[in-house]
């Protein structure tokens, strides 16, 4: 049987995976991966550990994006980009993943006054990009590819958020594109990258409680990884996601990417300053 469980953005689901559900082997649970900057942050509500968690794997974890603006606005070279004041980037609404990556991106590309506009859904950000109410935009491959951004001409490309780091997307390639990371000036800024790279990548898990037995909790991580490559388990995603292919995370890669995320206090700390509303830090 299916059970949807609302609240917290899956810290209720979490909560009552970890101190509730019977370790059988029986009871999985399907959890967006925010649980975990949720725990690392320090966030209220959190009544799990993230590292005694059984991870089993997730569908999709290679993304790539890129930041753009648009041709109108005359800012085709990053010496341009930095001289400009005031470029309105449409954004996710305040801590969604797409304002992090928004406010992320202006810091280090060092644009001066940038002008970060949240709120907006997928669909109204593309909306808003075309008729010219945000100059710029972190953009999903998806989106990029939708509008024909690219053979179209109708954006200035700048730079790539690579997920995982040196994760480049092929049909981009001859964009030459730099690493957002390129222009981190020091191993605090490395070390906050490492970070958002980490949470975006967990992507949604497939998890068991702890104390689960290993013999089941193989039992299942082997299914997980036949189902991923199973061709037509391949062929029914790209029906449902309109041709794009699965990029799985398997288990134990996904628990190694969750133990390797940085916990220390000063870049919690910084993370928190860009997923607020305060003014971005200065370098």
Do not use: C, W
Request: aromatic share 8%; net charge neutral.
């Amino acid at each position: 049987t299916f059970q949807y469980m609302a609240g917290g953005g899956g810290r209720r689901a979490a909560n009552h995976l970890y101190t509730n559900t019977r370790p059988d082997g029986l009871t999985l649970f399907r959890i967006s991966s925010s649980i975990v900057p949720y725990a690392v942050l320090g966030e209220p509500g959190v009544q799990y550990d993230i590292d005694k968690l059984i991870y089993l794997g997730t569908t999709e974890h290679l993304l790539y994006y890129l930041f753009n603006t648009r041709v109108e606005a005359g800012l085709n070279t990053l010496a341009k980009l930095r001289a400009a004041s005031g470029v309105r980037i449409g954004s996710a609404p305040v801590g969604h993943t797409g304002y992090i990556h928004s406010r992320l991106t202006a810091y280090l590309l060092d644009m001066k006054d940038p002008k970060i506009i949240p709120g907006y859904e997928n669909e109204d950000l593309d909306v808003a990009f075309a008729r010219g109410e945000v100059d710029a935009q972190v953009a999903s491959t998806g989106t990029v590819i939708e509008h024909d951004l690219v053979n179209k001409k109708l954006v200035d490309f700048h730079a790539a958020i690579e997920i995982p780091k040196g994760r480049k997307d092929p049909r981009f390639a001859h964009l030459n594109l730099p690493d957002i990371e390129t222009f981190a000036k020091s191993e605090k800024e490395k070390r906050l990258l490492n970070m958002m790279r980490a949470f975006r990548s967990v992507g949604t898990a497939l998890l068991l409680p702890p104390g689960t037995p290993k013999d089941r909790v193989d039992i299942l991580k082997e299914a997980v990884r036949r189902t991923h490559t199973d061709p037509a388990f391949i062929n029914e995603y790209r029906k449902l996601t309109g041709g794009d292919e699965p990029t799985p995370l398997m288990p134990d890669e996904q628990a190694k990417v969750v133990r390797e995320i940085p916990r220390d206090a000063e870049t919690i700390d910084l993370f928190k300053k860009f997923a607020g509303t305060g003014p971005l830090p200065s370098r």
